[in-house]
């Protein structure tokens, strides 16, 4: 094997992959990566290539980079199983440079910690521009009056539901001394912490907010239920919804967010290979999180009993909001959302929190598959007793096939690596015929699509029954 370069470091490893000695400046890199000599290698580059050259007894040279926190670091290294009887390698270093690591741009650190604390909410809740409750769902026990209170509360403030520690009796609060604050929420012994993201363009005033409740301590009642053939397949309607959703959200959580945590290199360097790694963790994590929310929102809408509640809302403001919910996302991509304008309006009998749940799943279709600096509008009309509101964007569009096939139960059309399940426009639509209306898809290949959410203006008894749904 011939080097490249002069040497500047050589070092032993044993057969447990343990650096025995080395020269400098390895052995102060092994240091400042938390490494002892004699330890395990704990550059993790190096440590992969030593264990491999000792695995298949092989010998490795390659280029390897790293970084100790303060300083990118690059050097050539060649790995050979030692000859003489021992059970290890000599390494051999050569051609080490290093350069100051140039600080994470401290935005994207914030947006990094912030989806922290998305991942690890267990209650979240949709607040308008002056915080009162839009919508708001929980999963955890201690958890699940709060929400229905906040749900049955909308329109008032979310601080009239919980109490704020060390802000006395102040009225109103700004929202960035609520950002962070401790939180008291009346029948849970866990001590929680509000997390206020407001949904606004860069120098603008939020038109809303995404409201997180997260908590250190661990839920009540962490053993998972035993699933039986007969709970699975013979009437238990409710099985993930209400037992299994419950129990699993907040463990995959814990790993997405723990995984963002090391991709984000908050707790401590790391090689870019291992930053990606984690990043692949953290996205599989998510796609899990979203199926298994598919499928408890799936088990709701197909339950015999499922209703909604005939609340009077104005299908242009929901819009509006919801809207304003993806307006940091289309502005990442360069993509024009145009809701109906402020003095839009547009009455309509449907339950409030439905319909924003189906135009946030029609939203989010839409920048998923826009391409960037196009225009995605939001359009009202109305006939025949029937409010409607359409959602057009400039995608590749679907065929006529497609466009039958879309709202089919678990569907992707082909698609593949965008986490979706295929449920949420099946689960769009059996939300609006519940409500008394439609959802339906006109598209020309390459001209976009336009899904449009129809809701009677005034209730019938027909229309709606029974009391709010809050599954």
């Not at 250190?216 to 709970?231: L, R, Y």
Request: one cysteine or more; a negative charge.
């Amino acid at each position: 094997m011939t080097g490249i370069g002069s040497v500047r470091a050589k070092a032993l490893s044993d057969g447990q992959d343990r650096l025995i000695s080395a020269d400098e400046p390895l052995a102060g890199l092994q240091h400042r990566c938390g490494g002892q000599i004699p330890g395990t290698i704990a550059i993790p580059a190096l440590l992969e290539i030593v264990s491999k050259a000792r695995r298949y007894a092989l010998r490795l040279a390659r280029p390897v980079v790293t970084n100790d926190g303060m300083e990118t670091i690059s050097a050539w290294v060649e790995v050979i199983p030692r000859a003489d009887g021992g059970e290890g390698c000599e390494i051999v270093l050569r051609n080490w440079q290093s350069m100051p690591l140039q600080p994470e741009d401290a935005s994207l650190q914030q947006q990094r910690i912030s989806q922290i604390d998305r991942e690890l909410s267990e209650l979240t809740a949709r607040l308008d521009g002056r915080q009162r409750i839009l919508t708001a769902d929980a999963e955890a026990s201690d958890l699940i009056a709060v929400s229905a209170e906040m749900r049955d509360g909308a329109g008032r403030p979310w601080t009239d539901f919980v109490t704020v520690q060390d802000l006395g009796d102040r009225q109103p609060v700004h929202w960035r001394l609520l950002d962070g604050a401790s939180i008291v929420v009346l029948g849970s012994d866990r001590r929680w912490r509000a997390h206020l993201f407001p949904q606004a363009l860069p120098g603008e005033v939020p038109s809303g907010f995404e409201l997180c409740l997260t908590s250190d301590e661990p839920p009540p009642g962490s053993s998972a239920p035993i699933a039986t053939e007969q709970s699975l397949f013979h009437g238990n309607a409710s099985l993930i919804g209400r037992e299994i959703a419950p129990v699993l959200r907040q463990p995959i959580a814990r790993i997405i967010a723990n995984a963002e945590t090391v991709r984000s290199r908050l707790a401590g360097p790391l090689a870019d290979e291992y930053a990606n790694y984690a990043g692949d963790i953290a996205g599989a994590g998510k796609h899990l999180l979203a199926l298994l929310e598919d499928l408890a929102d799936l088990e709701v809408v197909e339950a015999d009993d499922f209703n909604t509640y005939p609340d009077e809302i104005d299908l242009a403001e929901v819009a509006r909001q919801a809207a304003g919910i993806f307006a940091v996302r289309a502005l990442e991509k360069g993509i024009d959302i145009r809701a109906p304008e402020p003095w839009k309006k547009r009455p309509a009998v449907a339950e409030f929190r439905r319909v924003l749940q189906v135009l946030l799943n029609l939203i989010g279709n839409a920048l998923r598959y826009s391409p960037d600096g196009s225009t995605i509008r939001i359009l009202l009309s109305e006939s025949e007793g029937n409010a409607r509101v359409t959602v057009a964007d400039e995608g590749p569009g679907l065929d006529p096939s497609q466009q039958e096939r879309v709202f089919e139960k678990f569907e992707r059309l082909g698609r593949s690596g965008d986490g979706g399940s295929g449920l949420g426009l099946y689960i769009s639509r059996r939300l609006a015929r519940a409500m008394g209306g439609e959802l339906s898809v006109e598209s020309v290949p390459g001209q976009g699509a336009r899904f449009t959410l129809q809701v009677p203006t005034r209730a019938t008894t027909s229309d709606f029954s029974g009391e709010p749904d809050h599954g």
